[in-house]
């Protein structure tokens, strides 16, 4: 379980003590101000460490009056309960929304998860190399140095080379070309795209998938052999942003997963 299913376990756990109402409100203030520290949401921290004193004021207050006699002390313990009541719905709305906000975050976290589990076990399966050469991209993001981000992009063409390699060799029987659609095809070592789209076009049930896939494969490709080139020929075409090479790397991977399962 990861910090942020944790955190909406308990958001959901204080959202349900603040409205059965069963532990003095109080009590329900110092869950709220956990709930804070784990969301680093220290503005409301400090609102809340206010609040809290305010409402065990008010708890006292209405403890006190718990049987009144005098007009007085009736006007007293009213006054209390409306505003202790003010001040849970405040805190009731905080929660809720701290809950619907960490609630919508796992949806695409769950997908990828999911998404994640089934592209890692197919390239352990088919391709085990572009394993160990995405764990040397990611280590490559952890850095603060820009060249070791495009050492991570450049990672990507080694992991589409390797996956072409594997699953579509270049020059089988010795054939530097192949006929596709009566067009000649360069099926070379550098050719890794090209081979990549024969299998798509060899493997795909579906010709929509097939577009849709091929499409982003060029799409991918294009973009990784010009910054390849430009770095290669020494002219300007470096990663300057972490961001950047992050979703190369996320690309990469998801279009990955789409062609390990035809």
Not at 220 to 247: F, M, Q, V, W
Request: charged share 35%.
């Amino acid at each position: 379980m990861n910090k942020n299913t944790e955190t909406l376990l308990f958001a959901e756990e204080v959202l349900k003590d603040v409205e059965s109402s069963k532990i003095p409100l109080r009590d329900v203030c110092l869950k709220v101000m956990h709930l804070a520290r784990l969301l680093n949401d220290n503005d409301y921290l400090d609102e809340m460490a206010k609040t809290s004193s305010d409402i065990a004021q008010l708890e006292s207050e209405k403890d006190a009056f718990k049987n009144p006699q005098k007009p007085s002390q009736i006007y007293h313990r009213k006054e209390a309960e409306k505003t202790l009541q003010e001040k849970k719905a405040k805190i009731c709305r905080y929660v809720l929304d701290k809950y619907y906000e960490l609630k919508f975050g796992l949806i695409p976290e769950e997908i990828f998860e999911r998404t994640r589990d089934r592209v890692d076990k197919k390239l352990r399966e088919m391709v085990p190399a572009a394993v160990e050469k995405f764990v040397s991209a990611y280590e490559n993001l952890k850095s603060t140095n820009p060249e070791d981000w495009s050492n991570a992009v450049h990672s990507c063409r080694r992991i589409l080379k390797t996956v072409a390699d594997a699953l579509y060799p270049p020059n089988p029987g010795e054939e530097t070309e192949v006929k596709r659609n009566g067009k000649s095809i360069k099926i070379g070592p550098d050719n890794y795209i090209n081979r990549l789209m024969i299998y798509i076009e060899d493997h795909s049930t579906s010709e929509k998938s097939r577009d849709i896939i091929g499409s982003s494969l060029k799409y991918i490709g294009d973009r990784l052999d010009a910054i390849y080139n430009a770095t290669t020929k020494g002219t300007h075409a470096d990663i300057t942003r972490r961001d950047e090479a992050e979703r190369y790397i996320i690309y990469t991977y998801l279009l990955l997963g789409d062609i390990l399962s035809l």
